[in-house]
């Protein structure tokens, strides 16, 4: 299958959305695809900066990736994280030698004054990743959760919690003054087209479109916009979508994470036997792709993508859209 | 074997004075070493704060140490380094992953605004170490060396090029200005015993005796000061001492170590091999030791160690001398 798209977007979070960005980079030409991302997940671990997402796509698309978890390095060790427990430290974040090797890294360059976005292309080029990747922002962003604990910072609730604390509210500390870097804009000014990665909407994806400017730029690009379903059956492949959903109030349904993403989606692709939420959004006027969205490794991955950019070129280009 | 001795101060640098340090700590009753340890040979990499005779110190008498190389943590790999060395870092200097877990620490703390002294002793009590470990000082302290290629920073002379360029002069940036720590000075009060390790007098001993203050305060201690000659027969057991020295213009022998103390020992141990320099410090005024000084594996060091405490048992205290 050839396709005509040469500069693909894709707006992502973690691991779900790291396998959609590794569908796409197998499905495309080289070159052809920029991957922005989440930083609310983002947290310092002794001084050091830990972009977990980043991170995820970045050894990811590098098949650097422990595929057996879908995040960290594959056949990592954990002697730095044993003598930081020996010194007294907390030690509830995994963080493996050569995932330090990255993250001390980072940190180094952030001090030395490199922008996040000029630090993440280096990586991303050193590596050999098959995609750019582009922070969503340089500013500091970063996800709060108000619980029935009281407020706390994502990595806390995610790992240290195991997202056991009941969630009543979400944050996007900082994102009113953050700004989307030059390259993540002119990426989504110069697009072809643009796709939502199934990640987790509350908790990846719109800490996204919270920086200031991101939303607008999407929504006023001529390229169609498609975005995928992280449900299957009202249930999520990973992670705590569908309880955080419910705790919130949202109905857990393909068509409700669509919903959110209005104004900014043409399409969505949900799963072959979520009819109701298909018949539902074709109802709001989106054009709609029901297939198989479970990816069963990269050539599953690769399936999905393939489909997905079929698709898309029945969406209709709107150039007036642009400013 | 008993000894009266119950507060002994050893001044150290790297791998000699670490052997030295674990012979005391185990010819000693539990709890009365305290080794005072050279910062001259600090760096940082990456922006973490590396401490290698600090760390050497601490690694042996944890017993966590490399054995064969006499440096770095026993079993320890490199993933950290390889992925430095794929983000294009410089990784010239051999930092493991159980030893990046270190650095990683203390410059957490130091940043956090904890002294090296604080960190130090908290590291020396999490890890078990068989002594207590005191940095010369708190404040920076350098070694710089003017060489045939022009002034070089330690680490980049002594491991980044194999100590090969010719050394002309010694500086110790930092020296005038850096203060001891109140631990050091009170562990020199106190003491009834104080040691000069076997360590390169000119890169590892003189940056401690740099820091203001501290030569004097040894000088006016109560308790008896003995050195340990770091040359048998005119050649350094470890590293690039004797060729240091004939660039630097001095004699390479045991005698002229001794002398570079002047005014400091009251004793020297010298191997017995050295008839000559043994004379010669006897008539200088020097009580002396004369007995095999090559530390074989920490029984050796032992040995030695008991042989020192119990010819220290000779010496007289001046308790007239303290200030």
Redesign the interface.
């Known amino acids: 299958m050839t396709v005509r798209w040469n500069s693909v977007v894709l707006l992502a979070g973690g691991v779900g959305g790291a396998r959609m960005a590794e569908g796409l980079a197998r499905a495309l030409p080289s070159g052809s695809l920029t991957v922005i991302a989440n930083v609310g997940d983002d947290e310092e671990f002794?001084?050091?900066r830990v972009c977990p997402d980043i991170d995820t796509l970045l050894y990811t698309l590098s098949d650097r990736i422990d595929r057996g978890q879908g995040w960290g390095?594959g056949g990592?060790?954990v002697?730095?994280?044993?003598?930081?427990r020996?010194?007294?430290?907390p030690t509830w974040m995994k963080l493996?030698?050569?995932d330090?090797?990255?993250h001390?890294?980072r940190?180094?360059r952030l001090?030395?004054g490199d922008s996040l976005s000029a630090i993440t292309a280096?990586?991303t080029k050193?590596?050999g990743a098959a995609a750019k990747i582009l922070p969503a922002t340089d500013d500091r962003l970063r996800t709060r959760l108000d619980t029935d604990e009281g407020w706390m910072d994502f990595q806390p609730w995610f790992v240290g919690r195991h997202c056991k604390p009941k969630v009543k509210e979400l944050r996007f500390d900082g994102a009113g003054d953050a700004r989307p870097g030059a390259p993540a804009l002119a990426a989504l000014a110069a697009a072809d087209l643009i796709v939502i990665a199934p990640s987790n909407p509350l908790l990846s994806i719109e800490p996204i479109l919270a920086v200031s400017g991101l939303r607008e730029a999407i929504a006023s690009a001529a390229a169609p916009c498609i975005g995928v379903s992280p449900l299957i059956g009202g249930k999520a492949v990973k992670g705590p979508l569908a309880r955080l959903m419910a705790d919130l109030g949202h109905q857990v349904t393909s068509a409700a994470v669509a919903r959110r993403y209005g104004g900014l989606v043409d399409a969505f692709v949900v799963d072959a036997g979520d009819r109701a939420d298909a018949g539902a959004l074709e109802a709001d006027g989106l054009a709609v792709l029901s297939t198989d969205i479970l990816m069963n490794g990269p050539p599953g991955a690769e399936r999905l993508a393939r489909e997905l950019l079929e698709f898309a070129l029945t969406l209709p280009v709107q150039p007036g859209r642009a400013a």
Chains 1, 2 share one sequence.
């Not at 002697?79 to 930081?84: F, G, R, T």
Request: proline share 0%.
């Open positions: 002794y001084g050091l390095v990592d060790t002697k730095a994280l044993d003598v930081l020996d010194l007294g430290a493996g030698d050569a330090f090797g990255l001390i890294w940190s180094w001090r030395e280096e990586a050193r590596f």
